[in-house]
């Protein structure tokens, strides 16, 4: 899953539920953003559901989704985590769980089956969410004296900045949030903009 500067991820959990031929699929997607919180997740629906025949899941974290993993629980490899993910990425997000918890309901699925009940419980839970846009930023400080306050407004206002914080003391300084698509442009303008200086944060 490729991004420029931004990226996708859940606006906070949601949940769906599927039967098929007598299997009961209950589908849990979660905003997540290290391992740790997958694991407390995982670790509250195997409190929930402790006699489910599988908890089965799947995740991508980071802005890039640059780590992903797909577990399948016991159930056939390929037939579950795996379009649980594809779910995750048709869907454009990140930094996103999806647990798919089964009940056997007696009667054999097949590898289709099984690919079509756990990749379509997991897309009704992620379809049943709202979906927000995060920036990719990098931070910079500028620093100037105090009557240098109107360059340093001079230097951000062609580029999408969000200014994260001002400091006044011995002068005036500036943490910025630059997206990342403006960054090398800043930096060209910022090494052009003396006597400010600029360093990043």
Request: hydrophobic share 35%.
């Given at each position: 899953m490729l991004f420029d500067d931004s990226y996708w991820e859940l606006e906070g959990p949601t949940e769906a539920q599927l039967r098929e031929k007598g299997s009961r699929f209950f589908a849990y997607?979660?905003?997540?953003?290290?391992?740790?919180?997958i694991k407390e997740h995982l670790a509250a629906l195997r409190l929930k559901y402790p006699d489910a025949t599988h908890h089965v899941y799947?995740?991508?974290?980071g802005p890039s989704g640059e780590a992903q993993r797909a577990n399948?629980?016991?159930e056939p490899?390929?037939?579950s985590a795996r379009p649980i993910l594809r779910a995750i990425l048709s869907a454009g997000l990140t930094n996103t769980l999806v647990v798919v918890v089964r009940?056997?309901?007696?009667t054999l699925l097949g590898i289709p089956g099984l690919i079509a009940s756990y990749g379509g419980a997991a897309?009704?839970?992620?379809?049943?969410?709202?979906?927000?846009?995060?920036?990719?930023?990098?931070?910079f400080w500028i620093r100037g004296e105090y009557e240098q306050e109107q360059a340093i407004h001079l230097l951000l206002r062609p580029f999408s900045v969000r200014i994260v914080d001002r400091q006044y003391d011995s002068?005036?300084?500036?943490r910025v949030a630059v997206r990342r698509s403006d960054t090398l442009r800043f930096e060209k303008a910022a090494?052009?903009?003396?006597?400010l200086r600029v360093k990043n944060a």
């Open positions: 997607a979660y905003p997540v953003h290290s391992e740790a919180e799947a995740y991508s974290l399948d629980d016991g490899s390929g037939s009940y056997f309901g007696g897309q009704m839970a992620l379809e049943a969410g709202n979906k927000q846009e995060r920036l990719i930023e990098d931070d002068g005036v300084a500036y090494a052009a903009s003396y006597p």
